[in-house]
């Protein structure tokens, strides 16, 4: 199909899509499927979707939904990948582990926690449907002093759709000088400020700056410093900005989750993954890029 012409089926299609009850009706399938799927949150799970729904955003740690175990294995996994660092998108203060689209492995411990249950489940339940992984990255961000912020190191919207879910995991301590995760709360369309700054479909929004400073008092902004193996989930339609370190490098994976009808950027192959060995709702996360990647 000719580029602009498909351009322009996306926006409409954008439009049309945009509204909750619409989003809910062209996701029901997987709506109705996960209703289907006999699910059992743990406490700390609980937790974690009742601060989400409640203000868009929740905190945990790999301690917590996994074992104390986990981080050393991943940090140790990192310094493995160090060889591999490099910009691979316009972000010049991202360094990237990863290939731009990367394939999906169960061998690889940090993009196994992307189709786990105790993630896939929080997500899943927050969206109310089987989601679908959009995308995955692993970056360590540079110390830039005295550099303008630029991308999404200034206030935005994610684009597209009205729900989406991020779960950010830090992989060395974040302090204030490391670029933390900075989140509005009750910015999701439907809360306290969700009508600021709105996104405009299929674009998020990017306030002018300064703007959402006048508008929100800086006590507002919850700065989210962490220890390495801290654990946010966000939707991140709500306004947020991060990545703008000052003093110390920051390395944290991001794993981004949208519903069925989410298109764009959906960035990795899965020519790695065992897809019948995966849980429904694994599948259910990858089923679409697989087949389009014509991996299944
Ligand atoms: O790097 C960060 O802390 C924020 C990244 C971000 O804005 C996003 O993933 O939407």
Sequence with gaps: MLPLLKRYIFFIWAQIKHPLPLWRFFNQKSIHSFKEEPLKLSKAQERILSDLQSTGIATSSLDELFDSSLLPKLQEHILQL???????????????????????????????????????????????????????????TEVRK???????????????????????????????????????????????????????????SYPEDGALEKAILESEHQIMTGKAGTIIFCDTTGLHRGGYATGKERIMTTFAYGAQTFRENIAYTCTNLPYSTLSLSAQAAVQKQCERTNSL
């Design 82 to 140: 160090e060889k591999t660092l490099d910009t691979k998108t316009k972000k010049s203060y991202l360094l990237d582990y990863w290939k731009k689209i990367p394939p999906l492995s169960l061998e690889d411990p940090i993009m196994r926690l992307s189709l786990s249950s105790e993630i896939l489940n929080v997500v899943n339940s927050y969206l109310g449907m089987h989601s679908q992984l959009a995308f995955f990255f692993l970056q360590k």
């Design 146 to 204: 005295g550099k303008e912020r630029e991308y999404s190191q200034r206030w935005h919207r994610d684009p597209q759709e009205q729900r989406f879910c991020k779960v950010f995991i830090y992989l060395n301590d974040v302090d204030k000088s490391a670029g933390p995760f900075t989140y509005i709360p009750n910015s999701v369309s439907g809360k306290q400020y969700g009508n600021l700054f709105p996104q405009k479909p299929p674009a998020g």
